[in-house]
T-cell receptor, first 109, second 115 residues
Framework: GQNIDQPTEMTATEGAIVQINCTYQ??????LFWYQQHAGEAPTFLSY??LDGLEEKGRFSSFLSRSKGYSYLLLKELQMKDSASYLC??????????WGAGTKLIIKP | DTAVSQTPKYLVTQMGNDKSIKCEQN?????MYWYKQDSKKFLKIMFS???????INETVPNRFSPKSPDKAHLNLHINSLELGDSAVYFC??????????????FGPGTRLTVL
């Protein structure tokens, strides 16, 4: 079956660094997406990885290991506005996104 | 200015009723989607349309029917609403389907509550 696993909730301190892990099993693979979703709002795109390695975009970076079926999202210099859910999604062979339940990130002052 | 819009934002209705949710995108995208996000926050694909043709139809009850009058619109009709239909429904669009880099743009969501 197809499955995406990520932690339910994480807590971090303002200004610190946090890493949100995601493991995936999908029928085929066409890339790994990370989306951010603030409470009561729509998901918004953060990053896309299809090759192994690290993609950096400002304070956010995303890593992929295809052989391990593993990705992480790294958030640096955390700000209070980063409090949100972070959704991991794998694109399968039919170009369909299979979504995780999201990791709720709580930032404390 | 809004890229993907949905109406209504909130919908409260009684069991057994029929309701519709509208979605429009002004991005010129070829593919549109409907997702259901339940209380556990899983996003589940319900339908997607590419150039007015249904190309993914997940195992959703046939009480749910997507209707696309043109490629900028994908409406969702729900017949005989049940309590378990209560959720947030998101519309989304993307440039093309068969492309590995396929960022999806989401509408603001419609919170449906069935009483």
């Amino acid at each position: 079956g197809q499955n995406i696993d990520q932690p339910t909730e994480m807590t971090a301190t303002e200004g610190a660094i946090v890493q949100i892990n995601c493991t995936y099993q999908t029928s085929g693979f066409n890339g790994l997406f990370w989306y951010q979703q603030h409470a009561g709002e729509a998901p918004t795109f953060l990053s896309y990885n299809v090759l192994d390695g690290l993609e950096e975009k400002g304070r956010f970076s995303s890593f992929l290991s295809r052989s391990k079926g593993y990705s992480y999202l790294l958030l640096k210099e955390l700000q209070m506005k980063d409090s949100a859910s972070y959704l991991c999604a794998s694109m399968d062979s039919n170009y369909q996104l299979i979504w995780g339940a999201g990791t709720k990130l709580i930032i404390k002052p | 200015d809004t890229a993907v819009s949905q109406t209504p934002k909130y919908l409260v209705t009684q069991m057994g009723n029929d309701k519709s949710i509208k979605c429009e995108q002004n991005l010129g995208h070829d593919t549109m989607y409907w997702y259901k996000q339940d209380s556990k926050k899983f996003l589940k694909i319900m339908f997607s349309y590419n150039n007015k043709e249904l190309i993914i139809n997940e195992t959703v009850p046939n009480r749910f029917s997507p209707k696309s009058p043109d490629k900028a619109h994908l409406n969702l009709h729900i017949n005989s609403l049940e309590l378990g239909d209560s959720a947030v429904y998101f519309c989304a669009s993307s440039q093309v389907l068969a492309d590995s880099y396929n960022e999806q743009f989401f509408g603001p969501g419609t919170r449906l509550t069935v009483l």
